[in-house]
């Protein structure tokens, strides 16, 4: 069953209960017809597509926007927050990779995940699949960036939500502009990383690298 995790209520796994299932699969996917489309696409670009290594080029093109496009399902696994831990849990530099909805030009970079937990904290490795989950798709940075933070805050009930996303857009470094060397900075905060400065201050302390304490 295909559900859009976006239209999920938020929940509030209690303690011992099964992690939510986070499952989207790519609307009206349909290889054949991409294949062929690529095929048209190659020929009206003037691409001679029958030498040997290009024969296979329209399918290559089909799997790789795909795969690029085909979120993969995890489980979001959560904890209680048995210590009571009530400072900021920062994940640097998550791997990064989208496409933008322009060009279908790839978006490369990395995202920066921090949140003040409520009453659970989520496993490590999901902050970077729900990155991977809205990446996954076409996006604009400013979207993908508010998409993980509010997705995060709804489903953790944490006390806020920090993201921010560098990356580089090769619509904008390969051809257009070209600008090499540029790079993109988006950032949502949500809940009291938001609304208090001390929180915010810090979050963005770490994701920069420093502690705010000096160590
Ligand atoms: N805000 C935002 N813009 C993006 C993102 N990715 C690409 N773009 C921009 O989308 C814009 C599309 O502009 P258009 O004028 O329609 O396209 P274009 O003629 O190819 O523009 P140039 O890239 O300037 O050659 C460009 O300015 C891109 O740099 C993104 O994630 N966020
Ligand atoms: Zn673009």
Known sequence: MSVDPQALPPVRPQPGAAPLRVVREPDGLDLAAAEQA??????ALGVDASA??????????AHAYAELFGPRPFDLTTFPNDEGYDELIVVRAIP??????????PFVGVAHVGYLPGDRIVGLSKLARVVEHFARRPQVQERLTKQVADWLHAHLRAQGVGVVVEADHSCMTLRGAQTPGTRTITSALVGTLRDDARTRAEFLA???????AGL
């Open 52 to 61: 040997e290594g290009l024969r296979d080029t329209p399918r290559r093109m």
């Open 206 to 212: 770490l994701v920069h690298g420093r502690h705010p």
């Open 96 to 105: 990064l990779r989208s496409v933008c909805e322009h060009h279908l030009l």
């Open 38 to 43: 690529a095929a048209q696409f190659l020929a």
